[in-house]
């Protein structure tokens, strides 16, 4: 019995196992990307890199500092969560 029709099949597979990795790899690079640059907004003791994009402090009349600063909350935990997903994903693979 010949097993060379078998053979095409997991290379594909391994193929698409090897694509699919890499696709999640490239994502988790952005997902890491956007988590570092969301986390550096955010407004410390000292204002950090909020306050050179007007996010943190300053007494606007409107109150938008409080709701941009639970907005940028939610987005980090947001992406947080999805990075701690696609690692689960990608140890998986």
């Known amino acids: ?30 997902i890491a990307v956007v ?3 969301l986390i550096l907004l955010h407004s410390g003791k000292d204002a ?13 009349s409107i109150g938008g500092g409080s709701m941009v600063e639970r907005n940028l ?5 947001f992406f947080a969560v999805l990075f701690a997903l696609n690692t689960f994903l990608l140890l998986k693979i």
């Open 35 to 37: 988590l570092i640059f």
């Open 48 to 60: 950090g890199l909020s306050g050179a994009f007007g996010i943190g402090g300053g007494g606007s």
């Open 73 to 77: 909350d939610r987005a980090t935990i």
């Open 1 to 30: 019995m010949d097993s060379t029709p078998a053979s095409p099949k997991k290379s594909d597979r391994a193929r698409l196992s090897q694509t699919v990795f890499t696709f999640f790899s490239i994502i988790q690079v952005i």
